[in-house]
């Protein structure tokens, strides 16, 4: 048993498969959740950065959502021909592509607001206590800055220095 502040290594590994598991198993749900509305995960993150940030190009869009600009290329082509965004010419920079929702995408971005997709994925955390709630939102808040002190904020590298090798 330990005295420090921290818990044993064998704990520390324990957390790490845990969370390997977890992660890939909750991000699949959450994927079948949002499947359930017609629209992948992958579609609405793209939708509800346009409707929280308004019309951005392409790389915007990649750096926001944290994926390649290829990925988000496919995304806007099928979000295109469901008729939820479209792409428009930037008033400046001739290069550059502008991505906007239309009025139905637009819509969709008022249903992910109004959280009914989001309370359907709260669901999972309402079988946990008050307590365990919270705690786990101090934990996950923790977390976050360690990953942010290592250089990683919302899995984008804050610094150009890797974390130093273990």
């Known amino acids: 048993m330990s005295t420090g502040t921290s818990p044993p290594d064998d704990d ?3 957390l790490a498969r845990a969370f390997a598991g977890f992660g890939p198993a909750y991000l699949k749900w959450i994927q079948a959740c949002f499947a359930e509305s017609g629209v992948s995960f992958a579609r ?12 951005r190009i392409m790389s915007e869009l990649s750096e926001q959502l944290g994926v390649t600009a290829r990925n988000v290329t496919a995304l806007v082509d099928a979000l295109e021909a469901e008729g ?3 792409r428009v010419p930037h008033a400046t920079d001739r290069r550059a592509t502008v991505i906007e929702l239309t009025a139905a ?6 249903q992910m607001a109004s959280g009914g997709h989001m ?17 786990l939102l101090a ?3 923790k977390l976050r800055g360690l990953l942010a002190a290592r250089g990683f904020e919302g899995g984008h590298l804050c610094s150009s220095s890797a974390p130093p090798a273990e």
């Open 119 to 135: 309370s359907a994925i709260a669901e999972l955390f309402r079988g946990l206590t008050a307590t365990e709630q919270q705690q």
């Open 44 to 55: 609405m993150k793209l939708l509800g950065a346009l409707h929280s940030s308004g019309p």
């Open 139 to 141: 934990v996950i808040a």
């Open 12 to 14: 520390a590994l324990a």
């Open 105 to 110: 995408g637009a819509q969709y971005g008022r």
């Open 84 to 86: 939820l965004v479209r």
